[in-house]
């Protein structure tokens, strides 16, 4: 379910880069909130509590600004290359009870069989759901499969209410295979008795001399 969080800002009357690179001194993010063919929104938000809060995936703000209030989810956000700070965010206004595609980050938990390690295939995929349950992240299991198993787009399990939006469901998301170094390793010990094998003629003909 997506999280609800709510951030305090500031209406935005003033443009530019100087402007922003002042704002963010004094601790503010600029944002603008786009809200289909209507004009757009500008405000400002406090820079420590929206970091944090951009740290969850596909999560629903409820964004305050003067009088105005707007429910919202992150459509971009612009990051120092060198600082990694965040210098904008354009959100994206939206209604209770409407249903938007999102992308979804893909994670594995649980342990193959053997030596097998499983792979992420498809590291997000497009889900639509309704806003107020906007799924943060996708777990896949795959403890107990073996090497060559696959687990495919139609098989994932989605919160109550979303929906895979994708054009293959029969395109794989996660694959579990034996690495071929891991292959290796368990081959090379069988390998060693016959090498002591042909080194024990050469030992003994260097005794000999």
């Given at each position: 379910?997506?999280?609800k969080?709510?951030l305090?800002?500031?209406?935005?009357?003033?443009f530019?880069?100087?402007?922003?690179?002042?704002?963010?001194?004094?601790?503010?993010?600029?944002?603008?909130?786009?809200?289909?063919?209507?004009?757009?929104k500008?405000?400002?938000?406090?820079?420590?509590?929206?970091?944090?809060?951009?740290?969850?995936t596909?999560?629903?703000?409820?964004?305050?600004?003067?009088?105005?209030?707007?429910m919202?989810?992150?459509?971009?956000?612009?990051?120092?290359?060198?600082?990694?700070?965040?210098?904008?965010?354009?959100?994206?206004e939206?209604?209770?009870?409407?249903?938007?595609d999102?992308?979804?980050?893909?994670?594995?938990?649980?342990?193959?069989?053997?030596?097998?390690?499983?792979?992420?295939d498809?590291?997000?995929?497009?889900?639509?759901?309704?806003?107020?349950?906007?799924?943060?992240?996708?777990?896949?299991n795959?403890?107990?499969?073996?090497?060559?198993?696959?687990?495919?787009?139609?098989?994932?399990?989605?919160?109550?209410?979303?929906?895979?939006?994708?054009?293959?469901?029969?395109?794989?998301v996660?694959?579990?295979?034996?690495p071929?170094?891991?292959?290796?390793s368990?081959?090379?010990?069988?390998?060693?008795?016959?090498?002591?094998?042909?080194?024990?003629?050469?030992?003994?003909?260097?005794?000999?001399?």
């Amino acid at each position: 379910m997506a999280n609800k969080i709510t951030l305090n800002g500031e209406v935005r009357n003033e443009f530019g880069k100087g402007v922003a690179r002042r704002m963010r001194v004094a601790k503010r993010i600029p944002a603008t909130i786009y809200a289909g063919g209507a004009e757009p929104k500008f405000i400002t938000l406090p820079m420590k509590e929206t970091t944090n809060a951009l740290r969850h995936t596909n999560a629903l703000f409820e964004l305050t600004f003067g009088e105005d209030k707007a429910m919202a989810v992150v459509k971009d956000v612009q990051r120092n290359p060198v600082k990694r700070i965040v210098e904008h965010i354009d959100f994206y206004e939206v209604k209770a009870g409407e249903k938007i595609d999102v992308e979804v980050p893909v994670f594995v938990e649980g342990t193959p069989k053997g030596a097998a390690v499983a792979f992420v295939d498809i590291q997000e995929l497009k889900v639509r759901a309704d806003v107020a349950n906007l799924p943060e992240k996708i777990v896949i299991n795959v403890d107990g499969l073996a090497d060559g198993a696959k687990v495919f787009a139609k098989d994932v399990v989605l919160p109550e209410g979303a929906e895979l939006d994708i054009e293959d469901p029969e395109e794989s998301v996660v694959s579990v295979e034996v690495p071929e170094d891991a292959t290796e390793s368990t081959a090379a010990p069988e390998a060693a008795p016959a090498a002591d094998a042909a080194a024990a003629p050469a030992a003994d003909a260097a005794a000999a001399k």
